[in-house]
C-alpha cells in the first residue's frame, strides 16, 4: 500500500514569490493534516482536514496561507507571499477513520526562502 | 494549552548501552501518547501508541510506559544498535479528540560504533 505522498521535497524560492506543496493521502483515509515543522522543532498543526472540510485551521496564518481539498482526496497547501521565516519542513499525515491517534506522515516538503 | 518537553535534546551512547527517553506533558486530559521516530530529512515513523487506559506498549527492543497522572513517558530501547540514530519524538494527543497531536521538540539519538 502506497504512504503518503507530497511534492516537491525539496523547494527553494525568494521572498514574496508564492509556494504550493501537494499532499495525496493514504486511500481511504479521510482525515488529512498539514504540519509544519522548524529546525529542532516537533510538528505544529496548521490544519486538519475531514473529508473536504477545514475542521481546525484555527493555526493557520491566514493572511498569507492557504489550503484547500477539493474532492476530499489530494490537497494543497499554499503560501503567498512567502516570507523568510516561513523556511521550515511542511509535514502532510493522514488517519483512518477512526479516532485512534494513529497518524501517517509523508516525507515532507522543505521549503527555503531567500 | 498542552506543552510537551522531552528530555534530554540530545544523547551519545556506545552501541549495546540501554537508554531511556523522557517525555513530560503539562495536562493530563490526554486520548493517548505516541513516540515516532524522524530520520535526517524524512518524515515521522509511528513506533508505538499508548491509549490512555494502557501503562506500557513494547515492539521488539523498545517499550514505552505511560503515567498519565504524573504526566509523563519513557522510551526505553534495549541493546542500542547504530541503526537506531535518529530523533525521537514524542506526542500526545488530547481527550477531545485523540488525532490532534501536540508535539515535543524530540531527542537526537546518535549511537556509536
Known amino acids: 500500500e502506497a504512504g503518503v505522498v507530497q511534492s516537491p521535497r525539496y523547494k527553494i524560492i525568494e521572498k514574496k514569490q508564492p509556494v504550493a506543496f501537494w499532499c495525496n493521502p493514504i486511500s481511504g483515509h479521510n482525515t488529512l493534516y498539514w504540519y509544519l515543522q522548524n529546525l529542532g522543532q516537533g510538528p505544529e498543526l496548521l490544519i486538519r482536514y475531514e473529508n473536504e472540510e477545514a475542521v481546525d485551521d484555527s493555526q493557520l496564518p491566514k493572511d498569507r496561507f492557504s489550503a484547500e481539498r477539493l474532492k476530499g482526496v489530494d490537497s494543497t497547501l499554499k503560501i503567498q507571499p512567502a516570507e523568510l521565516g516561513d523556511s521550515a519542513v511542511y509535514l502532510c499525515a493522514s488517519s483512518p477513520p477512526l479516532n485512534t491517534g494513529e497518524l501517517f506522515f509523508g516525507e515532507g516538503s522543505r521549503l527555503t526562502v531567500l | 494549552k498542552q506543552e510537551v518537553t522531552q528530555i534530554p535534546a540530545a544523547l551519545s551512547v556506545p552501541e549495546g548501552e540501554n537508554l531511556v527517553l523522557n517525555c513530560s506533558f503539562t495536562d493530563s486530559a490526554i486520548y493517548n501518547l505516541q513516540w515516532f521516530r524522524q530520520d535526517p530529512g524524512k518524515g515521522l515513523t509511528s513506533l508505538l501508541l499508548?491509549?490512555?487506559?494502557?501503562r506500557e506498549q513494547t515492539s521488539g527492543r523498545l517499550n514505552a510506559s505511560l503515567d498519565k497522572s504524573s504526566g509523563r513517558s519513557t522510551l526505553y530501547i534495549a541493546a542500542s544498535q547504530p541503526g537506531d540514530s535518529a530523533t525521537y519524538l514524542c506526542?500526545?494527543?488530547?481527550?477531545?479528540?485523540?488525532?490532534?497531536?501536540?508535539f515535543g521538540a524530540g531527542t537526537i539519538l546518535r549511537v556509536k560504533s
Open positions: 506526542a500526545v494527543g488530547p481527550q477531545e479528540y485523540g488525532n490532534k497531536l501536540v
Open positions: 499508548i491509549q490512555s487506559s494502557q
